[in-house]
């Protein structure tokens, strides 16, 4: 089946500029998670919802990082006025409930010029 | 959090069994023991998980000590596309986001 989608797989933006990465939920999952990979380190949780639920954004490292889930499927991060310390791959992850596995996405590499 | 120890890396024979360690001494009676794997350019991509018992799914087994303050990943048969970085990670039955430490890398040679 199908399994996360992200979007775009790859973007290079010039600092200052705005991005938008895309995550595409397994059907039915109703947990997702956000992370982020820079290079040679370990994951770094940024935001996670849960169904209807307030999401948790205690990851997230500045006020330029927001994200939403729309209708409990798509989910969107975006980061305003970039800067190259963003550079790094972002990940999306979902499981069924909370409890359970999580299945991760290909990631998104932002690269800031 | 509790935290895992890892070797940085471990190198493994193609079709040998490979025994990847993991130490967590500070281990909570709630936290559930998780492995997930990393390869090269793909996102993590989940394991397997135990809290006491001993398990075995199709990919691998995981080993837990009595004290539960280590666990051992079993890969019964490597091959090349295990060569990854596996990482052993600590869960709360609470908990939800994943905390990653750097895991180890193995190289599995032909």
């Known amino acids: 089946g199908a399994g996360v989608s992200q979007s775009p797989s790859n973007k290079v933006t010039e600092k200052g500029k705005d991005v938008e990465l895309r995550c595409d939920p397994i059907?039915?999952?109703?947990?997702l998670y956000w992370y982020r990979q820079s290079l040679g380190q370990g994951l770094e949780f940024l935001i996670y919802f849960q169904g209807n639920s307030a999401p948790d954004k205690s990851g997230l490292p500045s006020d330029r990082f927001s994200a939403e889930r729309t209708g409990g499927s798509v989910s969107t991060l975006t980061i305003q006025r970039t800067q190259q310390e963003d550079s790094a791959v972002y990940l999306c992850?979902?499981?069924?409930?909370?409890?359970?596995?999580?299945?991760f996405g290909d990631g998104t590499r932002l690269s800031i010029l | 959090d509790a935290k895992t120890t890892q070797p940085n890396s471990m190198e493994s024979n193609e079709e040998e069994p490979v025994h990847l360690p993991c130490n967590h001494s500070t281990i909570s009676g709630t936290d559930y023991i998780h492995w997930y794997r990393q390869l090269p350019s793909q996102g993590p991509e989940y394991v397997i998980h135990g809290l006491t018992s001993n398990v075995n799914n199709r990919m691998a087994s995981l080993a837990i000590a009595e004290d539960r303050k280590s666990s051992t990943l079993i890969l019964h048969r490597a091959t090349l596309r295990d060569a990854a970085v596996y990482y052993c990670?600590?869960?709360?039955?609470?908990?939800?986001?994943?905390?990653f430490g750097k895991g180890t890398s193995l190289l599995v040679t032909p």
């Open positions: 992850a979902s499981s069924p409930r909370t409890t359970q596995p999580q299945h």
């Open positions: 059907s039915g999952h109703t947990a």
């Open positions: 990670i600590l869960r709360s039955d609470s908990g939800y986001a994943l905390n």
